[in-house]
């Protein structure tokens, strides 16, 4: 049985994401990554360990599994629509700005 859980929109680019989802890269209890995110010092532990967190909430709720069989099959990161913006600079011109923005997928099976 897999649970899938989807966070999108996240404000924050998929490579500062990445970069936080494979630190987590080996380990398969969703309680031991929750733990590891609490301590990384990086604002992108914050929607990983949310959208973990849903997941094992749907599990137990949902699919009625324990919480403690549980594990972690995949977290997928992938690029979101990104807003584009303008900056006023000199001589009348502008400079682009790209607000980039991450959809975040997590599986658990059980």
Do not use: C, Y
Request: charged letters at 30%.
């Amino acid at each position: 049985m897999d649970v899938v859980s989807t966070r999108k929109n996240v404000r924050q680019s998929a490579r500062k994401l990445r970069f936080v989802a494979a630190s987590l890269r080996g380990i398969t209890n969703p309680e031991d990554m929750l733990t590891r995110l609490r301590f990384v010092p990086k604002k992108a532990a914050e929607p990983i360990a949310k959208t973990i967190q849903t997941a094992m909430a749907d599990a137990e709720k949902t699919f009625k599994l324990k919480k403690e069989a549980l594990k972690v099959r995949s977290i997928v990161i992938n690029e979101g629509p990104t807003l584009k913006r303008w900056r006023p600079v000199s001589r009348g011109t502008a400079h682009s700005i790209h607000k980039r923005t991450a959809h975040i997928k997590v599986v658990l099976e059980g």
